[in-house]
């Protein structure tokens, strides 16, 4: 005889939820919500030198002892650190034996996207600018609550301490790391707007916020007519001077070291700026953009490129996320969408106004005068 159900009794006890939609994803939110712990175990390996440790080793490899050996940790994290690292995609691993897999013995070696891009020792070395992620913005974003209600920065001035950039530009030797680190953010790009721009009917060109020069070895080697200017402020003419040098286009190039908000931009075919316009308040952008109007010839052409907001706000994330990071570094600075670079253009007087898709996922904005 099958058993008769209980009565159920209203005791005042909530009921039990139904099941959830479909479209309610707990997962993505879980995921979203700690993906810090993914970021700074990138940031901490970045940090440690465990890349570029891996890539020094005659074998290209290293155990899991090694490892810890030469990287001065401790055994009961460092498992569980280079696995994270494996299903990361940033090391690879092969296991000692099927019973105990990534023992003491299981060899260790970098992925190919780490071993192309965070060796310190290779030319497209992206560990600058995440190893200030891991010293300085990592806490700083903790504070991003207090940069939303107050409208202002959280960097080392908000806590008191002197002004990061005003430091970083006193030490040539921290300065030269910084803008190697800018680099290794802003390579692709560069040769993606090199390899694509047709600047035949051009004959100069001034990349304004040059830092260590590399856009300008990017678009002089590509288009060997050209003659261009780096302009930055005074202490990176050195830095510059090494860098072009090196890649040798030091005769077709030189350095302005020019503050352009207190000096014109020298007459040019082409200005550049790349990642610029973002650092500062619209009053600042317009002074910039009416700048570069001014300094090009007619038939020249102005090229920001950026972390571009897509214009309906829906999703490109990282243009948004960078805009916050600006809210979080400077005192007015934001990102902005095409349609609000555009209009700003328009009102300086450029015409025929064209985007450049770029293989950083970034994109160029193409003004002419």
């Known amino acids: 005889m099958a058993a008769t159900p209980a009565t159920p009794v209203d005791n005042g006890a909530l009921s039990v939820p139904s099941p959830l939609s479909p479209s309610v994803n707990p997962g993505m939110l879980m995921q979203l919500g700690f993906s810090f712990m993914a970021s700074r175990t990138l940031l901490a390996a970045v940090e440690l030198g465990v890349f570029t440790k891996l890539a020094a080793s005659s074998r290209g490899r290293l155990t899991r002892a090694e490892l810890e050996r030469e990287l001065q ?94 430091v970083l530009y006193s030490d040539e030797r921290r300065l030269e790391g910084f803008l190697a680190s800018m680099t290794g953010v802003s390579s692709c790009a ?79 075919d082409l200005v550049f700026m790349g990642h610029i316009l973002h650092d500062w308040d619209l009053q600042k952008k317009k002074k910039l953009i009416r700048a570069a109007f001014d300094a090009i010839n007619d038939g020249g052409a102005y090229v920001l490129y950026e972390a571009f907001i897509d214009n309906k706000r829906r999703t490109n994330t990282n243009g948004l996320l960078m805009s916050l990071n600006m809210l979080i570094e400077t005192p007015g600075g934001f990102d902005y969408s095409f349609a609000d670079a555009e209009g700003w253009l328009r009102e300086a007087g450029f015409k025929n106004i064209q985007v450049m898709q770029l293989d950083n996922n970034e994109a160029a904005i193409i003004a002419r005068k």
């Open 190 to 268: 560069n040769r993606s707007i090199a390899r694509q721009l047709d600047c035949s009917k051009w004959s100069s060109f001034v990349d304004a916020g040059c830092a260590q020069g590399d856009f300008v070895v990017a678009l002089a080697q590509a288009h060997p007519h050209l003659k261009g200017i780096g302009l930055d402020l005074p202490p990176v003419r050195p830095i510059f001077d090494k860098y072009v040098a090196k890649n040798n286009v030091s005769k077709r190039v030189d350095f302005a070291a020019v503050n352009f908000f207190d000096a014109p931009i020298p007459k040019t």
């Open 73 to 166: 940790l401790h055994p009961r994290g460092s498992r569980d650190f280079f696995d994270a690292l494996v299903t990361l995609q940033l090391l690879e691993r092969k296991d000692s034996n099927e019973k105990e897999p990534s023992g003491p013995a299981a060899l260790y070696a970098n992925s190919p996207t780490a071993d192309a891009l965070l060796d310190k020792n290779k030319p497209a070395y992206l560990g600058g600018i995440l190893e200030m992620a891991s010293v300085r913005l990592f806490r700083f974003w903790h504070n991003l609550p207090t940069a939303l209600r107050s409208g202002q920065p959280q960097n080392e001035a908000a806590e008191g301490g002197e002004n990061f950039f005003e």
